[in-house]
């Protein structure tokens, strides 16, 4: 079967392909297919937003569709920013902007726990989905370290690896990540 995964996103297109290499016969990127698509990300939950993805994906292809939709949460701020992590410092959407906003509002937080949570749905072309949920814990540091992956890597300690994402290898950061664990849990279930 072959796979399209419903991301713009270059570092997660990599990172799944990575980790689904060898499950499918072919995998595409939007980008190779031509599909240009952005839905806006109106649902409460995880889940409800990689649906909305999947299913936005779907209406322009008869392959499968893998969506994910993951975010950071922290405890001292109650989960924030959870589903708002793509836009957690306003529109439009900046790394740097956010980074800077979540060191910001963790100034004098002591308990700097924290973790990556993704929701996975792929879709078959009949409409069947699979489910999966993974999670990485650590904590926020204090300044950015290391220079590699994307959003909040520079500033997520992983208690794993013992290192920030961002200073993590890719085949690091995937044998830990929230985002290969989900994987793990659809791939189990096919
Ligand atoms: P999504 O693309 O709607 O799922 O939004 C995810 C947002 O959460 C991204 O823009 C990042 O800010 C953050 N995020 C999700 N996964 C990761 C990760 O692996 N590393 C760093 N930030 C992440």
Known sequence: MELVIASNNRHKVHEITE???GKFDRIYSLAE???SVDPEETAPDFFGNALIKANAVA?????????????????ALGGAPGVFSARYAGEPCSDDN???KLLAEMKDVKDRRAKFVTTMVLRFPD?????????VEGEILFEKR???????????????????????SDK??????????????????L
């Open 19 to 21: 980790i689904l290499a």
């Open 33 to 35: 297919l031509g599909i």
């Open 59 to 75: 209406a322009f292809t008869d392959k499968a569709v893998v969506a994910d939709d993951s975010g950071l949460e922290v405890e």
């Open 98 to 100: 956010n980074n800077a």
């Open 127 to 135: 409409g069947k989905i699979v489910v999966g949920n993974g999670e």
């Open 146 to 168: 290391g220079q590699n992956g994307f959003g909040y890597d520079p500033l997520f300690y992983s208690y794993e690896l013992k290192k920030t994402f961002a200073e993590a």
């Open 172 to 189: 690091e950061k995937n044998s830990v990540s929230h985002r290969s664990r989900a994987l793990e849990e659809i791939v189990k279930q």
